[in-house]
T-cell receptor
């Protein structure tokens, strides 16, 4: 069964450093998402991406964040200058092209980001 | 405003008991979708069910069942004959046409042997 994959599973970085979290969505999916879950809290929407541009973003997704689909398979989340409060689990998700209905979003296993 | 409320923060039951996880949602939209996800200790999010706002039929899948009541804006989840492997955090979620998932805060379920 196809699945969303994410690398690395765990990333430790120092405050102020740039990080890139990588995701490989399911191959025939066209909508891509990033979500964040601070430890012990709920999962929060960050951004959605379709047709090579951001379609929605939350207030969390400020100028420190950017997303990119650098090739036909990867979908990346970059944090330019990490802060301690960026420590969280980051989930990538993808879904099929949405026509009239919302399709299920398939989630990757997550990348745990620890900022020290 | 869109909101999902899971009032039960943590529940503990003994194995083989039935348990119901509550979910109440708010949305102005007439077309929306409701989901339940399971997050086991390993951390991944496991899709359990999707229900659209026009389909109020209850659903049963093995030991799992869901009760969607539009009149009370609730989408409750029942596990029958619970097992230790059901121990996890369960999230209820709402999606409308803007396609971003709004999650509740989750209910941590402990199934005691």
């Amino acid at each position: 069964e196809p699945e969303v994959t994410q690398t690395p599973s765990h990333q430790v970085t120092q405050m102020g450093q740039e990080v890139i979290l990588r995701c490989v969505p399911i191959s025939n999916h066209l909508y891509f998402y990033w979500y964040r879950q601070i430890l012990g809290q709920k999962v929060e929407f960050l951004v959605s991406f379709y047709n090579n541009e951001i379609s929605e973003k939350s207030e969390i997704f400020d100028d420190q964040f950017s997303v990119e689909r650098p090739d036909g398979s990867n979908f990346t989340l970059k944090i330019r200058s990490t802060k301690l409060e960026d420590s969280a689990m980051y989930f990538c998700a993808s879904s099929e092209l949405r026509v009239e209905v919302v399709y299920e979003q398939y989630f990757g296993p997550g990348t745990r980001l620890t900022v020290t | 405003a869109q909101k999902v409320t899971q009032a039960q923060t943590e529940i503990s039951v003994v194995e083989k008991e039935d348990v119901t996880l509550d979910c109440v949602y708010e949305t102005r939209d007439t077309t929306y979708y409701l989901f339940w996800y399971k997050q086991p200790p390993s951390g991944e999010l496991v899709f359990l069910i999707r229900r659209n706002s026009f389909d109020e039929q209850n659903e049963i899948s093995g030991r799992y069942s869901w009760n969607f009541q539009k009149s009370t804006s609730s989408f409750n989840f029942t596990i029958t004959a619970s097992q230790v492997v059901d121990s996890a955090v369960y999230f209820c979620a709402l999606v409308n046409r803007d396609d971003k998932i709004i999650f509740g805060k989750g209910t941590r379920l402990h199934i005691l042997p």
